[in-house]
């Protein structure tokens, strides 16, 4: 069975700086997908960056990136220059080739001015 | 292109009602999927379906929840009777293809019952 554990509730970061997110997984499966999602206050949930397992190559999206340590089961987020417009919960999941998905508890971040 | 749309936004109901939600997926997207978002937790997917085919819907309580897909397009999701542990954020997400692609999210149902 897959499961995503994000270990940190909450968390708070001063604008303009940098925070880490961080996600583990497990999962039996050789080739799978993970993502990070992100839900702010009352709005809708939408991808913020996408992994392929079998791509070494860590993924990238503008102020947004992940650190995928695939021996170790770990998929954490990095937000660069972080904006008042981060501020959300954070939800990471893990998706098999079946289409199957499991979303992590989720992390509230919270965007200090 | 209009996302996923979903209705009604809001819903109160006394224990024991039947309640139905809609759910209209962007255009050309055969995957949908549905999830119930209790407070403070991610989502959990209760079915999905690639267009009219239900291929994934071992974790929907089907005791009382029961869920359509009619032409592939619109879908209804369907509780009776609810219980006090229903109330939740039901949410529908569609996707334009399998192969782990991004999933498009509605914003959400939520359901009070008391």
């Known amino acids: 069975a897959q499961t995503v554990t994000q270990s940190q509730p909450e968390m708070s970061v001063q604008e303009a700086e940098t925070v880490t997110l961080s996600c583990t997984y497990d999962?039996?499966?050789?080739?799978?997908?993970l993502f990070w999602y992100k839900q702010p206050p009352s709005r809708q949930m939408i991808l913020v960056i996408r992994?392929?397992?079998?791509?070494?190559q860590n993924a990238t999206e503008n102020r947004f990136s992940v650190n995928f340590q695939k021996a170790a089961k770990s998929f954490s987020l990095k937000i660069s220059d972080s904006q008042l417009g981060d501020a959300a919960m954070y939800f990471c999941?893990?998706?098999?080739?079946?289409?199957?998905?499991?979303f992590g508890k989720g992390t509230r971040l919270h965007i200090l001015p | 292109e209009a996302g996923v749309v979903q209705s009604p936004r809001y819903k109160i109901i006394e224990k024991k009602q039947p309640v139905a939600f809609w759910c209209n997926p962007i255009?050309?997207?055969?995957?949908l999927y549905w999830y119930r978002q209790n407070l403070g937790q991610g989502p959990e997917l209760l079915i999905r379906?690639?267009?009219?085919?239900?291929?994934?819907d071992s974790q929907l309580p089907k005791d009382r929840f029961s869920a359509e897909r009619l032409k592939g397009v619109d879908s209804t999701l369907k509780i009776q009777p609810a219980e006090l542990g229903d109330s939740a954020v039901y949410l529908c997400?569609?996707?334009?293809?399998?192969?782990?692609?991004?999933?498009?999210f509605g914003p959400g149902t939520r359901l009070t019952v008391t």
């Open positions: 999962t039996s499966e050789s080739d799978y997908y």
């Open positions: 992994q392929e397992a079998y791509k070494q």
């Open positions: 999941a893990c998706m098999n080739r079946d289409d199957k998905i499991i």
């Open positions: 997400a569609s996707s334009s293809r399998r192969g782990g692609y991004e999933q498009y």
């Open positions: 379906y690639e267009n009219e085919e239900a291929v994934d």
């Open positions: 255009s050309g997207h055969n995957t």
